[in-house]
């Protein structure tokens, strides 16, 4: 079935070492068009390092990671800057979140427009009207997407002020400013409630169906993850240990090994 | 409150404990006595005790507005309230116009040329405001940047007989190419490094212009630098101080101008974003070098103009006009005002500037008064006098929000 959808992200045989640490060791895996797809492992896998990588914040040590994006031609995404990944329509959201604290919470999304719009320093000063127009569209804009994850209230706090949940949701709205086709989110979950929680898997589910946008999550929380995303790999000590669908993850023994392996650790 | 007084209680009894030796017993050697200045231990006692309980009160009070702002409580105070509303704060631009417009008329030339100083101090600290307070960037050597803008005007006046208004944009244009060429070593840098390699860079212009005669004439400087012309009009000093104090009002209303613009700008908001986090900031397809490099050279760009007013006011210039010291100030006048806000940034500069002016009867304290005045700012007002408004902004839908929230 998945064999018939567009692939989007294919990374091949990733590497990433950390002086001696092999944090990512080949790690292969493919997210299509409408997946959502998940991450997992247990902690210390190489998880946020495989992001990193993708999103050209590290330069990876060996290996491939392509990017196909319709319609368009083939791009190797391998030591192109992040903002460069950015542009070509692969947005993010940290695990250890990192918002603007200083900005509102409205600012925080404009940022994400930054990449699609283009007045540059002479045109700022000059404001002329299209300008203008340029500005008041990033406020709408990014004010719908406020609406989309559920911020309106906050427009105008200071990021710093949110909650803690809010702060996750501002990040993912932040993403979704940058137009992505794909959208990679690091624990979107964590430190969330069960309330908050079962929110936010409305909220994926719903950006994935109607804004067109391919997702693929890292997520502890395995109810949230075995509920809606759909191919699942999994990692441990960098290398990819399991990938398929959430009955298989379930019952496959490597992966119940690997989590057993972790409580009895912890 | 008991608690406090107690406290100070104890500290000005710690104080008499600690200065007791020096300050109330003296062995008078030549007599064989010991004379008991109890005196003095009064003062201490009283002067510990009044400074301690202030310091606490302070202190205290900073803790209870932070707490207030954490529970999202409005802590603005009354003058931070009345610059949020617009029709206020129009008016309030309106009379410092016209302030600023009859003020040589009113005041002799002596003052004229101490505000033109100030003046120029404030595009100085506007100008530094785009990299350090919006950008984040840590520049200690910025007044290089002035010193380039001067240099220009003085040597291109000198040996071509350049006049001031051919020089002013060529003064800005050098300033920002020498703002692109630091910025471009710097980029990758951060924090403690950054400051090192500006404040190399401020020392290395300062070298230079000792040492490369033939261009700058040396530590003595170049002398006899043509004043501001106006159609070729013969001009006294006080017309032509006069005639400078416009140039500088003009030149303060335009980096007010394009420094505000900028500040609600799409460039703007990105300097503000790197200020707050780089990382994120460039996983939101923001360029960091196009932006940083942008920040550099349009806040160079403003201190290299300002550099050749700068030239044309003195006339005389030399290398020991430019020195960290100077740095220093600009920097504290960005710091002092409140980081990122226009406003904030003009008052810190009329505050270092004028100040040290009018207060010349103290000025063997004077740097110990300016030490210990950005000490306690630091400590009680960290955010600067005036701390940046935040951005509100109109969408779709907004009026009827706002009407309920006013
Ligand atoms: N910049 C770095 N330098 C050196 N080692 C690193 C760096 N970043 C990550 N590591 C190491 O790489 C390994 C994988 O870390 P990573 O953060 O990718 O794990 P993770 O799967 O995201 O874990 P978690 O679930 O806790 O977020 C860890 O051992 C970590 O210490
Ligand atoms: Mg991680």
């Known amino acids: 079935m998945t064999d018939k959808k567009h692939k989007l992200l294919e990374v091949k045989g990733l590497t990433m070492d950390f002086g001696g640490l092999r944090a990512v060791d080949s790690v292969s895996l493919a997210v299509h068009e409408g997946e959502i797809a998940a991450l997992i492992g247990p902690n210390g896998a190489g998880k946020t390092t495989f992001f990193n990588c993708v999103t050209g914040i590290y330069t990876p040590t060996s290996g491939d990671i392509l990017l196909h994006p319709k319609g368009l031609e083939t791009r190797r995404l391998n030591g192109l800057k992040p903002n460069r990944v950015t542009e070509m329509g692969l947005a993010r959201t940290f695990q250890n979140i990192r918002l603007f604290p200083g900005m509102t919470v409205l600012e925080n999304v404009m940022i994400g427009r930054h ?152 | 409150m008991v608690r406090e007084l107690k406290q100070s209680l104890l500290i000005s009894l710690w104080f008499v404990f600690l200065t007791f030796p020096l300050l109330v017993v003296r062995v ?14 009064l003062w201490v006692a009283i002067g510990a005790f009044v400074l301690s309980y202030c310091w606490r009160y302070m202190l205290a009070r900073r803790k209870r507005q932070t707490r207030k702002a954490e529970e999202g409580v409005d802590t603005r105070g009354p003058l931070q309230a009345a610059l949020d509303n617009v029709q206020l704060r129009n008016r309030a631009m309106a009379v410092l116009l016209v302030l600023a417009a009859i003020f040589p008329l009113v005041f002799d030339t002596y003052q004229t040329s101490i505000m033109v100083t100030a003046l120029i101090f404030v595009v100085l600290g506007l100008g530094l405001n785009i990299g350090v307070g919006l950008a984040g960037l840590l520049d200690l050597g910025y007044v290089a940047f002035f010193g380039v803008g001067a240099y220009t005007y003085a040597i291109l006046n000198a040996n071509f007989d350049l006049g001031f208004w051919m020089v002013l944009p060529i003064g800005g244009v ?50 006899n630098i043509d004043r501001p012309g106006l159609f070729g009009l013969e ?140 000490t306690l700012m630091m400590i009680f ?17 907004s009026k009827d929000k706002t009407a309920h929230d006013g």
């Not at chain 2, 008078?28 to 231990?41: A, D, L, P, Q, Y």
């Not at chain 2, 090192?196 to 004439?217: A, C, P, R």
Request: aromatic share 10%.
């Open chain 1, 115 to 266: 990449c699609r719009t283009e007045a540059g320093i002479f045109r700022s000063i000059i404001r002329n009207r299209s300008v203008r127009e340029e500005e008041q569209a990033i406020v709408e804009s990014s004010y719908q997407l406020l609406e989309t994850v559920g911020l309106d209230k906050f427009v105008n706090e200071f990021a710093r002020n949110l909650p803690y949940g809010a702060q996750r949701r501002l990040e993912i709205a932040r993403a979704l400013a940058t137009d992505p086709f794909l959208l990679l989110l690091d624990e979107p979950a964590a430190g969330m409630n069960p309330y908050e929680t079962a929110e936010l898997d409305q909220l994926i589910c719903r950006i994935s169906e109607e804004k067109q946008v391919a997702i693929l999550l890292i997520e502890h929380d395995m109810k949230l993850v075995m509920k809606i995303s759909n191919p699942i790999y999994v990692m441990e000590y960098g290398k990819k240990i399991a990938q398929g669908s959430p009955l298989e993850i379930r019952d496959n023994p490597k992966v119940i090994e690997a989590y057993l392996g972790e409580e009895a650790d912890a």
């Open chain 2, 174 to 223: 050098l300033g920002c190419l020498f703002g692109v060429l630091l910025g471009f070593p710097i980029l990758r840098l951060r924090g403690d490094y950054l400051a090192i390699v500006t404040l190399g860079f401020g020392m290395i212009f300062k070298v230079v212009m000792e040492n490369w005669k033939t261009l700058s004439k040396g530590p003595s400087g170049i002398a």
């Open chain 2, 235 to 374: 001009m006294t000093l006080e017309q032509s101080t006069v005639f400078i104090y416009y140039i500088i009002v003009a030149l303060v209303i335009l980096t007010i101008i394009v420094t505000n613009r900028l500040k609600n700008s799409r460039v703007g908001r990105a300097w503000i974003a790197l200020r707050e986090d780089e990382v994120a900031c460039v996983a939101m397809g923001i360029d960091m070098a196009r932006t940083k490099l942008s920040a550099y050279a349009l806040g160079a760009f403003w201190a290299g103009m300002v550099g050749v007013v700068f030239a044309a006011k003195t006339t005389f210039i030399n290398p020991a006009g430019f020195t960290f010291m100077q740095s220093a100030i600009i920097l504290s006048i960005v710091v002092l005002g409140g980081m990122g806000s226009i406003l904030g940034v003009i008052l810190g500069a009329f505050i270092l500037v004028l100040l040290p002016e009018y207060l010349r009867a103290f000025s063997e304290y004077r740097m110990l008064v300016f030490g210990a005045a950005m």
């Open chain 2, 381 to 397: 007002r960290p955010q600067g006098l005036i701390s940046n408004l935040r951005q509100i902004y109109q969408y779709k839908g």
């Open chain 2, 28 to 41: 008078n050697t030549i007599e064989n006595v010991v004379v008991w200045r109890w005196g003095n231990i």
